[in-house]
């Protein structure tokens, strides 16, 4: 592992670091959107999701309770370390990075709607490109003031949610949930590609495991236990929002969590709603901001990209020219509005990673018996299988899903072209 990396994040930290990713931007966008396929039923969609999540995480957690838990990479070290190659972790490497990326992007622009709609007079390009610069000079300062902000954002995020919620429960109607599966079956299973886009990126703080503290006993806890929390968080928002507005207002709503606020809330609780959408995407800008280049010191420490890509500073213990080169990407996606050539694959590259990452939990007893033996979390063998198997047919089906989509298959097929002819050169280099 780096020895410059700093173990500078601690157990509240880490909890802010997978709930500000989660209570991002996802909820906030994506209820309307699967609303007009399943209606209501939205609500239950969350609920079935949940189980999927946690089954995925599981993988997660007993990696992470390895000596590899101590490591920065995620699914690209344990992958890799599983099958013993590189080439399936780098390639599924290089789309996680290309992902990360576009979503910096995308967070930027909505962070600057929200703004905008907040403060009229501020400029919307501004606002994006500001925000983009501000999370990169707090990585570069310390991962420590990256865990100070998400901790401090969380705290506003999570006043402005039981302003939403807790007053909320009390206006619901009740004729709102009716019908309840608007489009029957085939409605509701279309419904879940999207509502699963608010639950990835959970598997983000499997990057940081190179600086949290006690990191094999933390991290398998606080991914399960996170995970379950904003599992009802979500039930609830969706819960609120679609009891509260009619079907006639979702219809034209792109963001039903204000909206549904603005009927029941007086002015001031209302914006402090908005405030609470700036602070769900600026949480979720911060912590996907550290993922790229965390992705990166594994590749350069198995000789798969330049050393200096991943080089941590020994004064600020983060790796700034890795911090660089995505903020230079995330820019130049931003500005010149092509942010959906790297985004639209984003979904389902995550949905492939978590595909392999479960296949290779799954074969990590029979790859490489002497890792498995140094598994410490406290999950059954049994529990540990169902989970893989749960989380590898889900996957499988949301990748049948979202292959359906014939651009996002060709964008995903050139994006893992040029990871492969990237992984032939970084052999080249390893071997000479």
Known sequence: MPSNLRRDLGTLDSYAALLGILIGAGIFKVTSDAWALTGPSVILGYLVLAPVILATSVAYSVFLSTPLGRAPGGEYTHISRTFGGYGLAFVGAWLKIISYIGALA?????????????????????????????????????????????????????????????????????ENYRPFFTHGTSGFLASLAPLFFAYAGFESLAQAAGEVRDSTSRLPRIFIRGIAATSVIYFLMSAVALGVLSPAQLRVSSAPMADAAATYLPVGAAAMVTLGAIMAVATSLNATMLVPSRVA????????????????????GTPILGLTITLAVALALLISGRISVALNIAVFALVVLYFLHSLAFLLLPRLNPELFRSVTVNIP????RIAAVLSMGAMAVLIVQL????????????????????YAFGRMRRHE
């Open 106 to 174: 995308y967070l930027a622009n909505a962070f600057a709607d929200y703004v905008t709609e907040l403060v009229p007079r501020v400029s919307h390009m501004g606002a994006a490109i500001g925000s983009l610069l501000l999370f990169y000079a707090i990585h570069v300062a310390g991962v420590r003031w990256f865990g100070r902000l998400q901790v401090w954002m969380c705290a506003l995020l999570f006043v402005s949610l039981i302003v939403l919620i807790v007053p909320g429960l009390f206006a619901i109607r009740a």
């Open 297 to 316: 010191i594994m590749l350069s420490e198995d000789g798969l990209a330049p050393r200096w890509v991943g080089r941590v500073s020994a004064r600020t």
């Open 403 to 422: 292959a359906r989509d014939r651009a996002t298959m060709v964008l995903a097929g050139f994006w893992t072209l040029i990871g492969a002819v990237l």
């Open 381 to 384: 063998l049994s529990v540990q």
